[in-house]
């Protein structure tokens, strides 16, 4: 543990250290997450859009940088064809299929907009 003053916080100020601790682990799977993703500036990404597509598609993720910050992420949509998502989309639909209608009669765009 790290060095502590009289009252027990640590150098944060924090008892524990837990809110480091969570702060830290973030901060090490973003920069792994960084590290592990290709890297190209935005004036690159305006030029080459369609080859930074080509990329995603093959499933690799694109960090967009500007001045050197990482500013975007371009990352590859999971497949529909995924179980998992198609199990979602069926617990939406039931969901939205078990609420009650609200009764609202349709209105004509002329009766929305009184001019």
Same mark, same amino acid.
């Given at each position: 543990?790290?060095? +502590?003053?009289?009252?027990? $916080?640590?150098?944060?100020?924090?008892?524990?250290?837990?809110?480091?601790?969570?702060?830290?682990?973030?901060? %090490?799977?973003?920069?792994?997450?960084?590290?592990?993703?290709?890297?190209?500036?935005?004036? *690159?990404?305006? +030029?080459?859009?369609?080859?930074?597509?080509?990329?995603?598609?093959?499933? %690799?993720?694109?960090?967009?940088?500007k001045h050197g910050k990482v500013v975007a992420t371009v990352n590859p949509v999971?497949?529909? $064809? $995924?179980?998992?998502?198609?199990?979602?989309?069926?617990?939406?639909? *039931?969901?939205?299929?078990?609420?009650?209608?609200?009764?609202?009669? +349709?209105?004509?765009? $002329? *009766?929305?907009?009184?001019d």
């Amino acid at each position: 543990m790290g060095r +502590r003053n009289k009252s027990g $916080d640590d150098r944060c100020g924090r008892r524990g250290g837990l809110e480091f601790s969570i702060l830290a682990r973030y901060v %090490v799977k973003s920069l792994l997450l960084e590290m592990a993703m290709k890297m190209i500036t935005a004036t *690159e990404a305006n +030029r080459d859009f369609s080859k930074l597509l080509e990329e995603v598609i093959k499933g %690799v993720s694109i960090g967009v940088t500007k001045h050197g910050k990482v500013v975007a992420t371009v990352n590859p949509v999971k497949s529909y $064809d $995924d179980e998992e998502a198609q199990a979602a989309v069926r617990e939406h639909l *039931e969901m939205l299929r078990m609420q009650p209608l609200l009764g609202i009669p +349709r209105g004509t765009r $002329d *009766e929305l907009y009184d001019d």
